[in-house]
């Protein structure tokens, strides 16, 4: 089992920056890849970002390429997703997500609303 607690979300306004991060804990030697996913009122969710096991590895999805930066410290057991110049269209509650296996694990979720 893998435990995931996400915290820094918040309210920003546009332009602005936050930093997420995403505490693992219990059998975190066995987690592989990590992303950071989000829900936006009335949408589905939508992976953000992935990183590898080793964090040398990332993707993004396109309409936060260039703004967000995926990583992880993995003696610190922790990813964090830095995102900067945002945007109203990425308010959402946002959640980390671990693969373990085949399992996934998923955090409480995190929100964040850009807004002036």
């Known amino acids: 089992q893998v435990q995931l607690v996400e915290s820094g979300g918040g309210l920003v306004q546009p332009g602005g920056s936050l930093r997420l991060s995403c505490a693992a804990s219990?059998?975190?030697?066995?987690?592989?890849?990590m992303g950071w996913y989000r829900r936006a009122p009335g949408k589905q969710r939508e992976l953000v970002a992935v990183i590898s096991t080793s964090g040398e590895s990332t993707n993004y999805l396109d309409s936060v390429k260039g703004r967000f930066t995926i990583s992880r410290d993995n003696a610190k057991n922790t990813m964090y997703l830095q995102m900067n110049s945002l945007k109203p269209e990425d308010t959402a509650v946002y959640y980390c997500?671990?693969?373990?296996?085949?399992?996934?694990?998923w955090g409480q979720g995190t929100q964040v609303t850009v807004s002036s």
């Open positions: 997500n671990a693969a373990v296996g085949a399992s996934r694990y």
């Open positions: 219990g059998s975190i030697f066995n987690i592989n890849h």
